[in-house]
């Protein structure tokens, strides 16, 4: 694969050379064993393209939407040219040759009902969410705060949408305030973590911020599981304002208490383990936040409960495996004679109760 890419040349070069190598494989594959159903998961929405090939042999496709494309070059871009009406084409493509949708929120549901025109029995909302079993808290590890005595914790995607500029100005307001005591460690890859670095060190925040990279499970888990308070900063945009992040459930599974904006599908999933900060004061009020938070550790030990609470008793991943073999049931049962495949959904559906990791 060639580097990832953060430019319309890159982008180009980047999914060109992904679609060649997942047709190829593809390909491989069917003639090797075959296969009777391919799932894409986007983005982007032009992975439809390898499973035409496929539907010439029956073959279904199930579509496994994580992000809306129209709204995600919006929250990058903020223009409507050609490139944006070429993602809602593609989008459109997609759910038309879309055999079942599997939707990671009531929201994106909606979309592929009202937006794609698909039937409501084709579209199976199966959320992100962690496995408890492995994703859980360790003992806190002193080394990570730095020195200090706060740790704020993040873990995610570095792009523009996430909005770690934001959170970087949030640091540097609290220094500005007169506060050295507070570290904040931010835990991914992508293409803005460079410009992250960058920006880290102009604004002379090294002291204070740290960009780790793409980094082990275990030390991820020891620098959450050391943090005070978890973030997702993830700027007001329509993409955000109706997608489901990942790590707000891992924040919650490790019982950390989190400060985001006030955005639609963010406050379905946290509820009240999150305070919410102002979506027009963002840098002032997300501080005010984070810092009321610090200095009320009884108020932190009782939402990071709360969360703990609601992943283990609806948002683990456990519970959206009887939607995504539901999904799978429907895809079966459109082939024009599917025993020995509804049987296989049948004997893995026997096996939910234990065996995740091989169901998955």
Known sequence: MPKEGNSAAGYITEYTSALFWEFLYSL??????????IQGCNPPDNIFLV??????????YIFDHHDANPELYLS?????GVVYHAQIWLE????????????????YRSLAITRGGLNPEDVFVVRNGPECDTFKPVPPNAACKHGKRYLIGYVGTMSIQEGLDILVDVAGYIRDLGRNDIHFTCVGGGPGLAGLRDMVATRQLDDMVTFTGRVSDAELLEILSTADVCVNPDKPCDMNDISTMIKIMEYMALGKPIVQFDLKEGRFSAQDASLYADNQNQVPDFAAK???LLENPAERARMGRIGRER??????????VPNLLAAYERCYSKFDSAPKLRMAVEQYGDKAEGTQEELR
């Open 28 to 37: 491989w594959i069917y003639f090797r064993r075959g296969f009777q159903v």
């Open 51 to 60: 499973a035409l090939t496929f539907k010439i042999f029956g073959v279904k």
């Open 76 to 80: 990058k871009y903020n223009k409507k």
């Open 92 to 107: 459109r493509l997609t759910y038309r040759f879309s055999d079942v949708v599997i939707a990671t929120n009531a929201t």
């Open 290 to 292: 984070i810092l009321w």
């Open 311 to 320: 992943v283990l008793g609806s948002l683990a991943w456990e519970h959206s």
